[in-house]
């Protein structure tokens, strides 16, 4: 793992917002690397920062200070390697599920066969298969977040950053969602060499990451870092207890201490 | 508001009660001395001479002003009433809607010469009569619009906010005031504010009356206008055009503003993100001894409104009453439908023998060409304004600085503008026909570009995060995220600046300025000519041919387009 490459690195980086009369500081102090092959976490209760710091990743907000790099490049704006997965979905109400997947594509000004050929590709992937000429609003939740995905996915990013995917979801969807989209990561049937996941269902975190940063504090830093050393194909609900167990206390412990 | 709650009673300042007593005893002396002038003695045939004096301005501003207010009242107690109709009785929903929607772009200033009669009977030796008329014009200007959206909304109110006033055992009343109607009433306020422009190019219209054959000048900045442009005084116009922006701009600031400002607690959406709309007015209220007691006295009215009455509802046992009425409610709506029939086939029997049919050859032609004109003003409003609104309204900064100017000057109404217009195109020796398109848009521009604007800036954030994320650019940006988003207030938009087109058409076609007259080949000419000269069987035809025009737009274009917008590109 050590000798990856790095795919992402933060740097001291910092946020805070100007209301009216007073500065409210959302993030401080934050450094890390994502390494290629690796799924990172970014665990902490609602309001923490988390998609805040998200944000900044993407290129969708601009740090007060610090810097980001993705893949070498510093991110001033959108980053063209990253892509998101929004825990709304985000898909827009007018385009067919295949418009939806091809507009990443379409926004890199690829060739229409090309768009055409990757978008297909991404729908038999993701298992849309059939539903290519449907629209969002006539399918379930599950199969929306699977348009999400399929969007994010198509454009080959070499970051992809998920915003609490499988929270708007029910149990059960979201469960099948993540077991799926674990599988596709696992045999490397899909281009990514790295994700963030925000999120704060501490399961969720064990069972999809190799590393886990706790995000907790005003303003946000992070102050815990685990990981999760047993092979991703080897997890079952079993063997990852303990490190739930531990997290999710050290999780309230710090939670506990700050909201006092 | 956390800090004018937390705010003990030493923080408000007596300087605000002294600016809120003096505005409000102004107002209602104003109101009580417009009031008394109102039911002056008329004798039927004449009014004081009209002047164009500039010391008396500010009276006719007062008159004018009472006029819109009265107008103003009328308006929103028939949206209540019908509203409500509409929204919880669906035979009664099946008359009112085609009929308020038909009403709403139907030519208002064509129709003002037939109710002429029944205003003046209402009030024999009175102006009031004649104030009747001008009441009922801002009344057709604003009052449709108004209903509509107070229907609209009231469907749409979120369910299980509805299921939870039944789950608390609410009673219909309380349901109504405690959530339909307060739901609706940030819509309903923004649509009563673009509405003013409506009220304002009625009253325009109609405060030079025609009653038979004399014309009467109501005091008022419309005759004032009027006035001035029959005598070819560009002084008095301009200085009419002042009076009316100052009337605009205090009736935004000492009415709407403080309504809209108090109205943003209603908005059902989390607001943290967006700035409240500010107004001094409001502020000094809520800082104020008097409107601490104003607060309580309307607190106290609000709990009679809303508790004792029903009370008395239940007391007498009328719930049980209609309870039992309501068992034959297929008898009832049977007798309405029945009745609404009848009305209508006595009066279009009556209307057949009235209208001078000799002219029937020509009116395909006329309705062609200014069907013409308000198609392509409303293309060329669209194809100019869209693009200007999504830039206003991607800019939240400049939405804040442009929102009041626009609000103002889509309030002015057109056709103060037309003799200047006249003016321009006799020096250059243009020809009426094609310049009528430009002048309809002045009507109708101000209804897409508001609704545009409107339409962008509030394109859910997320939507913006992903055309970024993926970084669409170029035409992809415009048409598969702004302008799809947009598309739906556009169609809002332009179905209600269609409305406006209509009846701007009528007084665009005709052109006055002193003794120059200019007149376009159309409908609209032929309606304003026959009201003008009082030849009233063809100003009603003239204005069915309009009302066919208007309906045919309204089944054939706006609701397939409407239904269209609706179901593809409204968010979830």
């Known amino acids: 793992m050590k000798n990856l490459r790095t795919v992402l690195e933060i740097k001291n980086v910092a946020k805070s917002f100007r209301r009216e009369r007073h500065t409210l500081d959302v993030l401080e102090n934050i450094n890390f690397n994502v390494h290629e092959n690796e799924i990172v976490a970014l665990l902490g209760k609602s309001g923490s920062g988390k998609s805040t710091l998200l944000r900044i990743i993407a290129g969708l907000e601009a740090p007060t200070s610090g810097s980001v790099v993705c893949n070498d490049l510093p991110v001033k704006g959108p980053c063209p390697d990253a892509s998101m997965v929004f825990q709304s979905f985000a898909l827009f109400p007018w385009l067919t599920v295949f418009d939806n997947i091809a507009f990443g594509l379409q926004a890199l000004g690829l060739p229409v066969d090309e768009v055409n050929r990757r978008t297909v590709d991404m729908i038999d992937l993701i298992g849309l298969a059939g539903y290519a000429d449907a629209w969002p609003k006539e399918l379930s939740g599950g199969m929306r977040q699977r348009i999400g995905f399929a969007r994010a996915l198509a454009v080959e990013p070499q970051l992809l950053l998920l915003d609490e995917p499988f929270s708007a979801l029910d149990i059960y969807t979201g469960h099948k969602l993540r077991q799926e989209f674990m599988h596709l990561w696992q045999h490397q049937k899909i281009k ?12 969720e975190a064990v069972m999809l990451c190799d590393r886990i940063l706790l995000m907790t504090g005003t303003p946000g830093t992070l102050t815990d870092t685990f990981h999760i050393d047993i092979p991703g194909r080897k997890r079952n609900a079993e063997n990852i207890k303990p490190f739930v167990d531990t997290i999710t206390e050290t999780l309230n412990m710090k939670i506990a201490a700050t909201s006092v | 508001m956390q800090l004018t709650k937390n705010a003990s009673i030493w923080n408000r300042l007596a300087i605000n009660d002294v600016i809120i007593i003096a505005t409000l005893l102004l107002l209602a002396g104003s109101f009580f001395y417009g009031w008394q002038e109102m039911h002056t003695y008329f004798n039927g045939t004449s009014l004081p001479e009209f002047s164009l004096d500039y010391k008396q301005l500010p009276y006719y501003t007062l008159r004018t002003t009472m006029r819109l207010c009265i107008g103003l009242v009328y308006s929103v107690i028939f949206t209540l009433i019908f509203g409500v109709l509409a929204a919880k009785f669906t035979a009664m929903r099946r008359v009112i809607l085609p009929f308020v929607n038909f009403m709403e772009s139907v030519p208002l200033v064509g129709f003002l010469t037939f109710t002429t009669a029944f ?53 219909p009343w309380l349901r109504f005031w405690r959530l339909g109607f307060l739901y609706s009433v940030p819509g309903l306020l923004w649509n009563t504010m673009v509405s003013q422009s409506a009220a304002w190019f009625a009253l325009i219209a109609s405060e030079m009356l025609t009653v038979g054959n004399q014309s009467l000048n109501l005091p008022g900045i419309g005759s004032w206008i009027g006035c001035a442009i029959n005598d070819g005084n560009i002084h008095a116009v301009l200085w009419g055009l002042l ?10 600031q000492l009415l709407f503003r403080p309504l809209v400002r108090y109205a943003t607690r209603f908005k059902y959406e989390d607001t943290c993100a967006r700035e409240r709309p500010g107004s001094w007015f409001y502020t000094c209220l809520a800082h104020s001894l008097t409107g601490y007691l104003l607060g309580k006295c309307c607190a106290a009215f609000a709990y009679f409104w809303l508790f004792r009455l029903p009370k008395a509802w239940y007391y007498l046992k009328f719930d049980r009453l209609f309870a039992a009425l309501s068992v034959l409610n297929w008898l009832w709506s049977g007798v309405w439908y029945l009745s609404i029939a009848v009305i209508c086939l006595y009066f279009g ?24 004109r308000v198609i392509a003003a409303m293309l060329l409003s669209i194809i100019i304004f869209t693009p ?21 000057l889509a309030a002015i109404p057109a056709n103060v ?45 997320q939507m913006t995060d992903v055309s970024r994320i993926f970084r669409a650019g170029g035409i992809m940006w415009w048409t598969k995220y702004t302008l799809p988003a947009v598309f739906p207030y556009l169609v809002t938009g332009i179905i209600s600046a269609a409305g406006g087109a209509w009846n701007t058409a009528i007084a665009a076609e005709v052109l006055n300025w002193g003794s120059i007259t200019l007149k376009a080949e159309g409908l609209g000419a032929f309606i304003s000519a026959t009201t003008d000269a009082g030849q009233n069987p063809e100003a009603a035809l003239g204005c069915l041919a309009m009302c ?9 274009i706006w609701k397939p387009l409407y239904r269209y917008a609706e179901t593809r590109f409204k968010y979830d």
């Not at chain 2, 209307?351 to 013409?372: D, I, K, Q, S, V």
């Not at chain 2, 200007?388 to 103002?408: A, S, T, Y």
């Not at chain 2, 321009?424 to 101000?446: F, S």
């Open chain 2, 548 to 556: 066919v025009l208007v309906a045919l737009c309204v089944i054939f």
């Open chain 2, 388 to 408: 200007l609104g999504i830039w206003i309204g991607l800019r939240p900064g400049l939405v804040r600085f442009f929102q009041p100017i626009i609000q103002i």
């Open chain 2, 349 to 372: 029997h009556q209307l057949w023998f009235y209208l001078p049919l000799e002219y029937l050859p020509h009116l395909p032609a006329w309705m062609g060409l200014t069907a013409a």
């Open chain 2, 417 to 461: 503008f037309y003799p200047v217009i006249a003016v321009i195109l006799v020096a250059w020796h243009q020809d009426l026909n094609g310049w009528t398109i430009p002048m309809i848009m002045l009507g109708t521009q101000w209804y897409v570009l508001f609704n545009v604007i409107a339409g962008a800036s509030v394109i859910p954030a």
């Open chain 2, 119 to 171: 205003f003046l009977g209402l009030y024999p030796h009175s102006v009031m009569g004649l104030e009747g008329l001008a009441i009922f014009a801002v009344f057709t200007g604003q009052a449709w619009n108004m209903m509509l959206t107070l229907y609209q909304t009231l469907r749409v109110v979120p369910h299980e906010l509805s299921e939870a006033t039944v789950a608390f055992r609410c009673n």
């Open chain 1, 192 to 203: 990514t060499k790295a994700m963030v996941l925000v999120t704060h269902n501490v399961e």
């Open chain 2, 243 to 252: 009076a009316l922006v100052i009337n605009i701009v205090l009736f935004d």
